[in-house]
């Protein structure tokens, strides 16, 4: 495994509330602190060259967190070097640049101190958002969504904490995850009920508002996120309720899906279908299991994911408050773009 890979891999193992886009961030960081780089161009072509690396690895699962992580990062760095006086010469600038550089590798945990920080500002924001005596609908496992709703049951700054109940979908390819989330809500005094993700229509009625967290928010406002997401944001919208998706702004990137099976990156592919025209029973395999049951494994285990489109979602909550979809594909223009 290349060292950029094995990095992101300890980071994320090392951190568990360390977003995958952050990870890269810091994997990158690090990456920088052990080159020789004495350059601008230097400092951006291996910059470059290590996001290449990490996107293109077989052994990263969503390479679209990697590269929104990347892209983020990058423009750091391009609003860093505008900030540098036309005037001086290139000697100038690439001594100036390497003291941004050292810059980045004293306060490398500042980009993850940030991430943290944004989940509180989300949590601060969302909490406004829940109605009282209300019931919402959830999946998952998202890291920030469960702080909002802690915060929710809250007192906070003299208000009175939110009366809400949580129906937690949970898929059995996650359900330690889920459950996790499950036992710290409960611990906070919030009622939570346990379905199965196909039990979502069935309950739709019951429920006030959807809040979903996402892996990455996309160029035209959208969400990736995990495989299930789709599916319950088209039923929110069937049964007219407000779904929200709570997310940190370093998720915004450039990835632009044009449908469920072209997310734009070249490199990702899922291959959930694997159809088959045996009429013979599957015979049993390793450890007693057919072989379409070792296939649900395998494609459970890599954490599949899916594209909820910006005319789904009702509104972003983010560190810097309540965004409309059009908003955020707003905010990508500005970042990427201008």
């Known amino acids: 495994m290349q060292r950029i890979v094995a990095t992101y891999h300890r980071?994320?193992?090392?951190?568990?509330?360390?977003?995958?886009?952050?990870?890269?961030i810091e994997a990158l960081i690090e990456a920088l602190g052990a080159s020789s780089a004495t350059t601008v161009f230097e400092t951006m072509k291996l910059v470059e060259g290590q996001s290449e690396r990490?996107?293109?690895?077989?052994?990263?699962?969503?390479?679209?967190?990697?590269?929104?992580?990347?892209?983020?990062?990058?423009?750091?760095?391009?609003?860093?070097?505008?900030?540098?006086?036309?005037?001086?010469?290139?000697?100038?600038?690439?001594?100036?640049?390497?003291?941004?550089?050292?810059?980045?590798?004293?306060?490398?945990?500042?980009?993850?101190?940030?991430?943290?920080?944004?989940?509180?500002?989300?949590?601060?924001?969302?909490?406004?958002?829940?109605p009282d005596n209300s019931t919402i609908l959830t999946h998952g496992g998202s890291r920030v969504v469960s702080m909002l709703l802690g915060r929710a049951a809250e007192r906070v700054n003299g208000s009175l904490p939110r009366r809400f109940k949580?129906?937690?979908?949970?898929?059995?390819?996650?359900?330690?995850?889920?459950?996790?989330?499950?036992?710290?809500l409960r611990e906070k005094g919030i009622r939570v009920a346990i379905i199965p993700e196909g039990g979502v229509a069935h309950i739709m009625q019951q429920v006030n508002i959807v809040i979903v967290g996402a892996e990455v928010i996309t160029a035209q406002g959208g969400i990736i996120s995990r495989l299930g997401t789709y599916q319950i944001a088209k039923l929110a919208k069937i049964d007219r309720k407000p779904f929200y998706v709570a997310a940190e702004q370093h998720k915004l990137g450039q990835t632009f899906p044009t449908s469920q099976f072209n997310y734009g990156v070249p490199?990702?592919?899922?291959?959930?279908?694997?159809?088959?025209?045996?009429?013979?029973?599957?015979?049993?395999?390793?450890?007693?299991?057919?072989?379409?049951?070792?296939?649900?494994i395998e494609v459970q285990s890599a954490n599949p994911v899916d594209f909820t489109p910006p005319d789904l979602i009702t509104n972003f909550i983010c560190d810097h408050g309540i965004k409309s979809t059009v908003a955020m594909e707003h905010q990508v223009i500005d970042m990427f773009v201008s």
């Open 166 to 184: 949580v129906i937690y979908a949970i898929s059995e390819s996650r359900r330690a995850e889920s459950e996790r989330a499950v036992a710290t």
């Open 54 to 130: 990490l996107r293109e690895s077989p052994q990263v699962a969503n390479p679209m967190a990697v590269c929104h992580g990347s892209d983020f990062f990058k423009q750091y760095l391009v609003r860093e070097l505008r900030q540098l006086p036309s005037s001086a010469g290139a000697a100038s600038k690439d001594q100036q640049f390497e003291e941004i550089r050292q810059h980045l590798l004293r306060n490398a945990r500042l980009f993850a101190t940030r991430a943290k920080e944004s989940r509180e500002q989300i949590a601060s924001e969302g909490r406004l958002l829940i």
């Open 267 to 296: 490199a990702f592919k899922q291959d959930l279908l694997d159809f088959q025209s045996n009429k013979s029973p599957n015979g049993n395999v390793a450890n007693g299991l057919t072989a379409d049951e070792k296939r649900a």
């Open 11 to 24: 980071l994320l193992a090392d951190d568990p509330e360390l977003t995958m886009p952050m990870a890269t």
